[in-house]
């Protein structure tokens, strides 16, 4: 099996088995928190996986006991990940993981309930992002694409060019914002799902994430 399907020139569909059950999981309004951490957790391991096998590394060369060898640096000081707050956090561990010389810069943005509409509040300003470093940006969902756009508005401010975007369900009007906004992102992403609702939930979409992995809101 396949594991990841091309959808359009920005957009990458994981269809790795353990993900694709993860999400599953994940998706069921049965799922206790533990159930749905342990299945963030392993769809979050391989988005990582993925995601990262398109950061670079330039050759080099290993001394072992018996001889030489051809090796690879990781270039991961090249990278900031991006844990949009409060659910973005759900994917950082294994991305931090892989790239552990990556810089960490937190954005917190959260919709206001009322009109959907993305609202900052940290940090009032990024530091500078110099010599073209390659964002990775972490958010499971993407409803209306305005938190991720915003998000991505302050790296564009603050210098930045290249982005990734590890991603558990999207919606198509997410998505086409997002490739509009910014037509050189690659987006890797478990599930594209046709609609929002008029809260502009995700449907059939999972829930509120933030909520779900952390334990809180209503159904708390
Ligand atoms: C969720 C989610 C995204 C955003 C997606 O965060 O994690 O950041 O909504 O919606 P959008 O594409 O319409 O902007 P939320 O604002 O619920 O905050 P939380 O992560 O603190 O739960
Ligand atoms: N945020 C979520 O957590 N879920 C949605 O469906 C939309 C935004």
């Known amino acids: 099996?396949?594991?990841l399907m091309q959808v359009s020139q920005n957009v990458q569909?994981?269809?790795?088995?353990?993900?694709?059950?993860?999400l599953t999981i994940l998706r069921d309004v049965t799922s206790s928190r533990t159930e749905f951490v342990r299945a963030n957790n392993l769809a979050a391991l391989i988005l990582a996986l993925e995601v990262t096998s398109q950061v670079?590394?330039?050759p080099t060369k290993v001394v072992t006991p018996l001889g030489t060898a051809d090796g690879r640096i990781l270039l991961d000081d090249r990278?900031?990940?991006v844990p949009i707050l409060r659910a973005g956090m759900a994917l950082l561990d294994p991305f931090r993981l892989l790239l552990p010389r990556a810089q960490i810069y937190h954005i917190g943005i959260r919709r206001d309930e009322s009109t959907a509409l993305p609202e900052r509040y940290y940090p009032k300003d990024l530091p500078q992002i110099v010599g073209g470093k390659t964002i990775i940006l972490l958010d499971p969902m993407l409803a209306t694409g305005g938190s991720v756009c915003d998000a991505i508005d302050q790296l564009k401010g603050a210098g930045a060019e290249h982005f990734f975007f590890a991603n558990v369900i999207a919606s198509q009007e997410?998505?086409?914002k997002v490739c509009?906004?910014?037509?050189?992102?690659?987006i890797v992403t478990l599930a594209i799902d046709a609609e929002l609702n008029d809260q502009k939930y995700i449907?059939?979409?999972l829930g509120d994430y933030g909520d779900r992995f952390n334990g809180t809101g209503a159904a708390a």
């Open 1 to 3: 099996m396949e594991d």
């Open 174 to 176: 997410g998505l086409n």
């Open 13 to 22: 569909l994981l269809t790795h088995p353990v993900a694709q059950a993860a």
């Open 79 to 81: 990278v900031i990940l």
């Open 203 to 205: 449907v059939p979409g």
């Open 180 to 186: 509009e906004y910014t037509p050189q992102i690659k």
């Open 56 to 58: 670079r590394a330039s």
